[in-house]
């Protein structure tokens, strides 16, 4: 089993950073891949970043490279999400995700099998 508790979020406005953290709990952090997914109303959820187990490996939405940065650190239990040069188009909930199944960085949200509850990002014009 593993619990995710996401932070970080909230209110910024366009051209703004934020950075959102993930915290986990039960199995060991550093077995499996973590991964970023937005969703906004109305629409699926959507893959925005992830990252294999060690940390050296990445892999991003094209709507997010350059601007996103997803990290962790296996010491703290904690993955994150740098998201800077905010736009309008980017508020959503954004969901953190655990694989068990893949030491990879995947992107099909369908191989996650533990989720946090959400944080909100809202970006003003």
């Known amino acids: 089993q593993v619990q995710l508790v996401e932070s970080g979020g909230g209110l910024v406005q366009a051209g703004d950073s934020l950075r959102l953290s993930c915290a986990a709990s039960g199995r060991t952090f550093s077995s499996y891949a973590m991964g970023w997914f937005s969703q906004s109303p109305g629409k699926d959820r959507e893959f925005v970043a992830a990252?294999?187990?060690?940390?050296?490996?990445?892999d991003y939405a094209d709507s997010v490279k350059g601007r996103f940065t997803i990290s962790r650190d296996n010491a703290k239990n904690t993955v994150y999400l740098q998201m800077n040069s905010l736009k309008p188009e980017d508020p959503a909930v954004y969901y953190c995700?655990?694989?068990?199944?893949?030491?990879?960085?995947?992107?099909?949200?369908?191989?996650?099998?533990?989720w946090g509850q959400g944080t909100q990002v809202t970006v003003s014009s």
């Open positions: 990252i294999n187990y060690r940390g050296d490996s990445t």
């Open positions: 995700a655990a694989s068990t199944r893949f030491l990879s960085a995947v992107v099909r949200a369908q191989v996650y099998n533990y």
